[in-house]
């Protein structure tokens, strides 16, 4: 947004020097120079935009997790009872709200609930909001 305003203000700031270049040096090279000038700033101020934007369509891992999401599947592969973390998927829902599902091989015997309260519990310390997790009991 602020880049967005920056741009317009500079858009305007240029509309006003170019119109004086053209009404007392006759300089008419002006309005073409501003117009191009007033793109660029705009195609500037749209990158951010749409690169943020084409992440969240694409389901990408957010840039604020890509360095939480290691030592969190760690400390989950390290609970009692878990054998093994499979296809985990973090995303962004909109700015700020992080979705995740991921897939936990746990013991015969170890204590669902609990895995699944600690496993809520490491990604929600990370800023995930919402966690899916699909529970498989290994064969014995």
Partial sequence: VFLHIVADTLGSVGVIISAVLMQKYELMIADPICSMLISILIGVSVVPLLRESIGILMQRTPPVLDH?????????????????????????????????????????????????????????????????????????
């Avoid at 709200?97 to 669902?112: E, N, Q, R």
Wanted: aromatic content about 10%; glycine content about 6%; overall charge negative.
């Fill in 68 to 140: 939480a999401l290691p030592g969190c599947y760690q400390r989950v592969q390290q609970l009692q009872g878990v054998y093994n973390l499979q296809e985990p998927h973090f995303w962004t829902l909109c700015s700020d709200v992080y979705i995740g599902t991921l897939k936990l091989l746990i013991a015969p015997d170890a204590d669902s609930r609990w895995i699944l309260s600690q496993t809520h519990h490491i990604f929600t310390q990370a800023g995930v909001r919402q966690l899916y997790v699909q529970i498989d009991v290994a064969a014995m």
